[in-house]
């Protein structure tokens, strides 16, 4: 779904508010990733910001079964219609509010792409379905396995001299 900057400008208030729904195949064939945004323009700037729902479909790092887990979060995002960068010059210096996105004269956004990065963004790092999981046998006997290198061997019989 895109949205045309244009139109937003066009608004007496320039301001937009956007009810998102579209089922994603990565996260869940069944549940639609939910989102109520509402996109601003404020001179050469876009603001987005709402919230998003998700129900998603993901496999424990531990015991490397399936599990669903629900996500509830606000977002917002700043874009820009022209780039940051002043002069044109090929270095500029990054200051806080330099992480915006560039649109480099685009008249649109594309909110499924705009939602489907906020929700991979939140999306935890070690995915573990309960926080009783103590993995699966089959993980377990692999973690627990003794494993040396025999060409590790030699550093066994180092002794250290302490003066």
Known sequence: MNIKISEIENTEKKVKD???SKIFEEFNK??????KLQIE??????KISGRIKAKLNLVCDLCL??????????????YTKYGLNPNNSDE?????NSFIEELNGKDEIDLA????QSVILHIPNKLVCDINCNGSEI????????FTDPRLEVFKNIKLEKE
Do not use: H
């Open 18 to 20: 956007i009810n998102f």
């Open 30 to 35: 069944d549940v639609p990733v939910e989102a």
């Open 41 to 46: 323009v404020i001179g050469t700037l876009i």
């Open 65 to 78: 079964k399936e599990f669903t887990k629900e996500f509830d979060f606000k977002v917002e995002e700043y």
């Open 92 to 96: 500029f210096e990054i200051k806080q």
């Open 113 to 116: 792409d705009f939602v489907y």
């Open 139 to 146: 993980v377990n006997k692999y973690i627990k396995t003794d």
